[in-house]
């Protein structure tokens, strides 16, 4: 993977890991930090997971980092998303249809790596460890179904956020990453129903305000734990 260099200048290259040895439960710890790397996260596959094991949650903590630590935590999600969905293309995948997946997959670990960078290290929550059993990754259907479940999930998220910040540079951020998101979720849309108006169709951006969804956190967190093992207790963000 290339250098990429986000919106603040700041060069980022994704996936450069020291190998390491690691026992089983250090590995599901630090899982979500190999999808830069292009590894398969979900590679674990359903019944695996030793059933009497707990993981401890992490809490996103307070004010605006909270909220930063909740974009941090939709940014690893997706990012580990496309990651496996590039390592292994579903069956019928296009060339046109792989170079936009590849395109969101290199934003989203843009995205990931940044809000993991700027969060402080004492306040930043760690690696998720994603749980992707009930997505079909050979499946075209399934795939782009749950990107677009992801995507339409991202933009409602970041704008349901968006009052809860305090800090206008955070804001700013919030604003440009989101843009960027609904862009996404208009590829996605149209790879689904190409040439249609489901780019922006209604069940996402309200025919008489002409404005996306506005989701919180305490609606937001629910869906994208289904996709998650590690549990994630937001109970101190801002509201």
Not at 7 to 20: A, D, N, R, S, Y
Not at 21 to 35: D, H, I, P
Not at 92 to 111: C, F, V
Not at 138 to 163: I, P
Request: aromatic fraction near 8%; glycine fraction near 8%; hydrophobic fraction near 45%.
């Amino acid at each position: 993977m290339n250098k990429q260099q986000n919106e603040t200048g700041l060069t980022m290259l994704p996936g450069q890991l020291e190998p390491v040895r690691v026992g089983r439960r250090l590995f599901l710890r630090y899982a979500g930090a190999f999808a830069a790397g292009g590894a398969i996260l979900a590679s674990c596959k359903e019944g695996e997971e030793n059933p009497t094991t707990v993981m401890a949650p992490v809490d996103l903590g307070t004010g605006d980092v909270g909220i930063l630590n909740y974009a941090f935590a939709l940014e690893q999600l997706e990012a580990a998303f496309y990651t496996q969905v590039i390592a292994s293309p579903f069956t019928g995948m296009t060339d046109a249809e792989k170079a936009i997946l590849t395109d969101i997959r290199d934003h989203e670990i843009i995205h990931r790596e940044f809000f993991k960078a700027a969060i402080p290290a004492a306040n930043r929550i760690g690696d998720l460890v994603p749980n992707f059993s009930s997505i079909n990754f050979s499946d075209r259907a399934s795939v782009l179904g749950t990107a677009k479940a992801f995507e339409d999930l991202g933009v409602a998220a970041y704008n349901g956020a968006g009052t809860l910040i305090t800090d206008v540079n955070y804001l700013a951020l919030a604003g440009k990453i989101v843009s960027v998101e609904a862009r996404h979720a208009a590829a996605i849309r149209d790879l689904l129903n190409p040439k249609s108006a489901d780019f922006a169709g209604d069940d996402v951006v309200s025919p008489t305000t002409g404005l996306d969804a506005a989701t919180p956190p305490s609606a937001v967190l629910p869906i994208a734990q289904k996709y998650v093992r590690t549990p994630i207790t937001a109970t101190n963000l801002p509201k």
